[in-house]
């Protein structure tokens, strides 16, 4: 007679496709919010709560503020985190804390009756859900082995373009607040239990450092500040100016310019899932600084023949090409990302890594907007397609910028 002893689970120390998904499925929750609040609603909100006149400058000013905050608290927080997980060898409290203090947060954003407390409330949204977002760029290195991030960072990548494309819909299509604030808690709170729980079942990667990268790591971060955020600006001057191109370079009539350009900014989010998928493998496999480049490179094509479109086929044509290797490339960044920033402090070099996100959003406005100004002052129509000729050269740039980042 033989005794069978209880088996006792092990934590996998290579997480399989299913562990990615469960791992990267709290950044469709946290996109899917900021596609409805940034995409939609604080603007939306912003026009029911202020005088037309004023609104645009409110607007402004709040969204600047807005960014602002989350960089301070990405740093902030992604600091504490990794002190934490040095000490404790976890960080996940972080998660549950910050989107725990989102929910009223969120909640106050849709339901506060003045423009003074829903200020407050975005503000606190930035703050609260940051404190989450800052140490979660931290997760695929904190649970995923090096030679399988490639793989993880296209789930990353899947899931802001589908969060995005969601909560643009949700914010865009459905006037009931109370359903769009729903529809964003809900999955929010779900897809935090969802990583909750699965790191529970998950070995961690060593946090210690390897000494033969040291060197390559120390001299990797401004190069790759350099490269992402031109690829950024590039990306906001097309997005700042999309609309204007729909109505003054297609000519689209002023009835549909809004809806128009929702649903070509959505081939361009929804295609950006494709080129994750298809990237996954390469960003393991090969040199993710020659996927960047071949993907930036089929966006500046992709963009050069947006640029000229006289019809809206083309647009979307375009948009949609371009969706693809914006996909690919947010894959290898942040694979690259994980593969060369310092790992015993990870989340606060994502925070610094993510100022190459925030920064162009002021920047791109600033200096193309007066070229877009003039041009359309010498021929009316032609200014927005100035602004994604420079959008094409920012992004050029971009990828040429990322060969300073040493391979690794």
């Known amino acids: 007679m033989s005794i069978r002893l209880p088996t006792i689970a092990t934590p996998s120390i290579t997480p399989r496709a299913a562990s990615f998904a469960r791992l990267c499925s709290l950044n469709a929750g946290i996109q899917l919010v900021w596609g409805a609040v940034l995409g939609v609603s ?35 927080a992604g600091r504490s985190s990794d002190l934490e997980r040095a000490r404790r060898g976890d960080r996940t409290r972080y998660y549950l804390l910050g989107i725990g203090l989102a929910v009223p947060s969120l909640l106050g954003f849709f339901f506060t009756p003045s423009f003074v407390t ?26 995923v082995a090096v030679p399988r991030r490639g793989a993880a960072s296209a789930w990353m990548s899947a899931f802001q373009s589908l969060g995005n494309a969601i909560g643009l819909l949700v914010a865009g299509l459905v006037n009931d607040l ?17 990583v909750l729980r699965e790191t529970r079942t998950l070995a961690r990667v060593d946090g210690t450092d390897d000494t033969s ?41 002023q009835k549909d310019v809004q809806m128009t350009t929702a649903f070509i900014f959505l081939t ?12 996954a493998k390469p960003a393991d496999r090969s040199d993710k600084r020659l996927v960047v ?38 894959t290898a960044d942040w694979a ?14 994502m925070g610094v890594w993510n100022i190459a996100t925030t920064i162009p ?5 600033l200096f193309i907007g007066p070229l877009v100004v003039h041009a359309d002052a010498l021929t009316a129509g032609s200014g927005p397609r100035i602004a994604i000729v420079a959008a094409c050269v920012a992004f050029a740039l971009g990828g040429a910028a990322v060969w300073r980042v040493p391979r690794v």
């Open 213 to 253: 990268r040291s060197s390559v790591r120390s001299r990797a971060l401004q190069p790759l500040l350099i490269s992402r955020g031109l690829v950024n600006v590039g990306f906001f001057a097309l997005l700042d100016y999309l609309l204007f191109f729909v109505r003054d370079s297609l000519r689209v009539g």
């Open 268 to 279: 361009f989010t929804l295609s950006a899932i494709v080129g994750a998928i298809l990237a």
């Open 118 to 143: 829903f200020a407050i409330a975005f503000i606190a949204l930035q703050c609260t859900i940051n404190i989450a977002s800052g140490p979660y760029q931290a997760i695929i290195p904190d649970y």
């Open 336 to 349: 690259l990302a994980t593969a060369v920033l310092p790992p015993r402090t990870m989340a606060t070099a």
């Open 361 to 365: 959003q002021v920047v791109a406005p």
């Open 42 to 76: 604080l603007q939306a909100r912003t026009l029911a709560l202020v005088p037309h006149a004023d609104a645009i400058a409110r607007y402004s000013v709040l969204a600047a503020i807005g960014a602002l905050v989350a960089t301070i608290v990405q740093l902030v």
């Open 178 to 194: 109370r359903v769009v604030a729903a529809a964003l808690v809900v999955p929010l709170v779900t897809t935090m239990a969802v």
């Open 293 to 330: 480049s071949i993907a930036v490179g089929t966006i500046v094509v992709a963009l050069i023949v947006l640029a000229m479109a006289t019809s809206l086929p083309i647009a979307y044509a375009s948009a949609g090409v371009a969706g693809v290797a914006w996909g690919a490339f947010v």
